[in-house]
C-alpha cells in the first residue's frame, strides 16, 4: 500500500500542474434504450451530440437520454434529470443560447413543444414554446410530398443565431431529400419566417466518403447498392465564414463522418469544403465520428463531436467522441482523430495544435493474454485485448469478486486504463437505481503480489466506458478487474485497454510509401513496407502536404477477412476522396513505446 499512498500524493502535486486527460467514448453514463423493448433487445447507447457553452459551463443533449449532463471542464459529466421531458424521450436535439436562456429543439415531424431553462444545471426546464407550427409547405408526416412540398420535420435540426440577432434553422436526415433551412422569428416563439430553402444534398458520385457501407463501399454486406443519409445539420460562424455541417453516409457503419459547406450568408449559397471530410475515424477502437456538433471552449479552442458506431446488439447502439477541432486562416476547417481513442489531454488555455494533445501514452494492452475467474460458453477473455468492441467476454457468474487479468507479458509503465463494458441479454430498458458499475483495478508485477491501480469508489453511476488516468505512473506487468457490480444481468466487457509506455525505442520511420488512384479516383490504395515491431500504423492525407488533417488508423495484424480487406497490415484501400482533387499521403507507425517519425510525403494526383 505504500508505494500506492505515495503515488497519489505525488499525483495531488503533479494535478496542480498537469491538465486532465479523456479518452473516447467520452466517460458518461450512457442509457439504456427502450426502443426495442418488445423484441426483449437491450443495450446502452448514447448519439447525435450537441454540446453547447452556457454561462461558462458545458451541457450535453443527445438522443434518448431521459435528461442531459453538465460539465465544468468537458472531462467530468454528470447527469441532469429535467423538470420535464417528452414521454417518448428527445431524437438528435438542437440547442440554441438566446440571452440568458438555452433553448432544446428535438428533432420532429410535425409540430410539438420547444423547451427553454435559465439554469439547465438544476434541472428546471420550461415551455418555450408549447406547440410550434408546421413547417411551411409540408407534408404530413408519414406522406410522401407531393409537388411542390418538403418532407415532414423538422428531423434532425440544427439552430443558429447569428451576430446580428437573427436565428436559422437547419435540418433533415434523408437519403432522398437534401438539408433544409430557413429563418425563424427571434421574437416570436421562432415561428418559420418565408419558406424552406433546400441547401445542401450528398453527391456520392464525386465524394468517395459520402458512399454507404462499411468502408465506403457503397453497399449493405449483402452487396445491395443504397444510396446515402445526409443529416445532423449544425452550424458555426468563424471569421466571417459560415460552415454548414453535416454527417454522412449513415450511423450504421464504421465510415460515418462529419463534411461541411462554407458560404458568407448564413442560407447559402454554400460551396462544398474540397478537404471534406473534416472528421473521419474509421479505424481503431472507437469507428465513426459522424453526426455531432462544433463549439468554442472557454479558452476559445474548438471542439467537434461525433456518433461512434459499435451496433452488436442493434443497428443504432452506438456511443459519443470528442475530438480536437480547428479553422486555419485561410478558412480551411479540421478535426483530428489521429490516435482518436488514446488519452488526450485536456487543455487548460489555448491551444494551436490538436495534435499537440494527444498524451504519446501508447496501447499496451493489444492482443495480450487475458485470463478470467470464469467464462460464459465461447465468450472467452482473450476477446478483451483485440479492440473490437463487437467481441466480449461474459463471465459465468454476475457476482462480486470475478476478475479479468491482462498480462502484458513484460513490466510497463501504465499511466490510464479504459475499461469497456457490453451488453449481453442486459434485460434493462430504462434508468434504475440498481444501474451503476463498480469495480476495482489492480496492478501486479509477479502476478502474485497486487495492489489498488484505480476504483470506482462510491461514485454511484453507470460506467460503461471507465477511463482512469492514475495519479502517477505505476510500474506493472498485470493489470487486474475485481468485480463489483454491473446493473445487467451478465458482466460483459468487451475490452480493458491499457495505456502507458513499454519504455523501449520508437518504431523505424515506414518507408517505400505508394499511393495510387484507382480508375474510379474516388479510390485509392497506399502500401508501404512493413516496420519491424509496429503495432501499427497511421495512414494520414490531405490536399496540402503541411495539412495531412486525416488519418485511418489501422493495426499490423489486422484480420482482413473482417473488414473486407481493406486493412492488410501495410496496405490501405481507402475510398474517402474527392473526384478532381490532388492529395498528398504520409504514413507513421507506432508500437507500444512511441510515434514513428512522419514518412515522405507522396502525391496521389486526381
Known sequence: MVPFLAA????????QTQPQTYANPIDI????????MNDGISYRTGADPAVVLFKGEYYLFETLADGYWRSRDLVHWTFVTPSRWPFQSIVAPATLVDGDQLIVMPAAMGPQALLSTTD???????FYARLTQRLPDSAFEGQDPKDGQIPSGPWDPGLFKDDDGRIYLYWDSSNEF????????????????????PLIAPDPKHHGWERFGQDNSGTLPDGTAIDPYIEGAWMNKVNGRYYLQYGAPGTEYNAYANGTYVSDKPLGPFTYAAYNPVAYKPGGFVEGAGHGSTFADVHGNYWNTGTPWIGNNWTFERRIALF???FYDDGQMAVSTRFGDFPHYMPTGKFDDPDSLFTGWMLLSYRKTATASST???FTADRVTDENPRTFWVAANNRPGETLTVDLGKVDTVRAVQVDFADYKSGRFGDAPDIYTAFDLQSSVDGRTWIPLASTGNEHRDRPNAYFELPAPVKARYVRYVHGHVGAAYLAISDVRVFGSAGEASPATPEGVIAVRDVDTRNARISWQPVKGAVGYNVRWGIRPDRLDLTYQIFAEDDTTEFGGRQQGHVLNLRALNTGQTYFVAVEAFNESGVSHLSKVVTLTR
Open 8 to 15: 497519489v500524493l505525488c499525483g495531488h502535486a503533479l494535478a
Open 29 to 36: 453514463d450512457y442509457r439504456y434504450n427502450f426502443e426495442q
Open 120 to 126: 439547465p444545471a438544476s434541472g428546471k426546464l420550461d
Open 178 to 197: 437534401p438539408i433544409y433551412g430557413i429563418e425563424l422569428d427571434a421574437k416570436h416563439r421562432l415561428d418559420y419566417i418565408g419558406k424552406a430553402k
Open 324 to 326: 480536437p477541432a480547428r
Open 376 to 378: 460464459l460458453e465461447g
